[in-house]
């Protein structure tokens, strides 16, 4: 069962643009983690928030937790050609000792 | 040299074949997962393993079994392959004492259950 649902499922932008994507899930966690994929390839990790961290940033990346909502948010800033790819947030359950569960995933499209 | 290997890459197999998915990795992590993907499913955990010794199921291990036979390896089996096995299947591993418990995926592998 999907712990981490994303939102919106597929997003199409011009290059340049900001990206931000939502997640939603439902028990306590010790960390959430949002992954890049390029087509038919590895995931790859892009950044972990702590379910005591408020906002973290990377680089062009921005993400944000609400626990009281449980929801989380990654912003991609100046998006670029490059950028396009599905996008997997990723929760730690409390008590889950590094199983993740991931989410289905957003597509995005990024213009040039 | 990538960190974790998967091979195949590809393979095609017939409805009731046993298939062997191998998974190497060179980051000296103690920690092991498969994954299976399908088309708007996401990831789902197969199979884990915290050390050589402790196996355990994830959310769908029917029909799969795996075998650990070092730190570095860690194999997915398909004793009888049926069609709804046909999906990317991913090994990935992790190390919970670095400070970003994150986990470090391979390339995948493609397989087809005809």
């Known amino acids: 069962s999907q712990q981490g649902e994303e939102d919106p499922q597929a997003l199409s932008i011009q290059e340049g643009e900001n990206a931000t994507m939502n997640c939603s899930y439902k028990t306590s966690i010790n960390n959430l983690q949002w992954y890049r994929q390029n087509s038919g390839r590895g995931l790859v990790h892009l950044i972990l928030i702590r379910s005591n961290e408020r906002e973290k940033h990377s680089g062009r990346l921005r993400v944000t937790l609400d626990t009281s909502k449980k929801s989380s948010s990654l912003l991609i800033t100046a998006s670029r050609a490059a950028d396009t790819a599905s996008y997997f947030c990723?929760?730690?359950?409390?008590?889950?000792?590094?199983?993740?569960?991931f989410g289905k995933g957003i597509t995005l499209s990024v213009r040039p | 040299d990538a960190d974790v290997t998967q091979t195949p890459r590809n393979r095609i197999t017939k409805t009731g074949k046993r298939i062997m998915l191998e998974c190497s990795q060179t980051?000296?992590?103690?920690?092991m997962y498969w994954y299976r993907q399908d088309p708007g499913l996401g990831l789902q955990l197969i199979y884990y393993?915290?050390?050589?010794?402790?196996?355990n199921k994830g959310e769908i291990s029917d029909g799969y079994s795996v075998s650990r036979q070092a730190q570095a390896k860690f194999s997915l089996s398909l004793e009888s392959a049926i069609p709804n096995q046909t999906a990317l299947y991913f090994c990935?591993?992790?190390?919970?004492?670095?400070?970003?418990?994150?986990?470090?995926f391979g390339p995948g592998t493609r397989l087809t259950v005809l």
């Open positions: 980051k000296g992590h103690d920690r």
């Open positions: 393993s915290f050390d050589v010794k402790d196996i």
């Open positions: 990723a929760t730690e359950p409390t008590g889950a000792n590094s199983k993740l569960t």
């Open positions: 990935a591993t992790s190390d919970p004492r670095t400070v970003y418990n994150e986990q470090f």
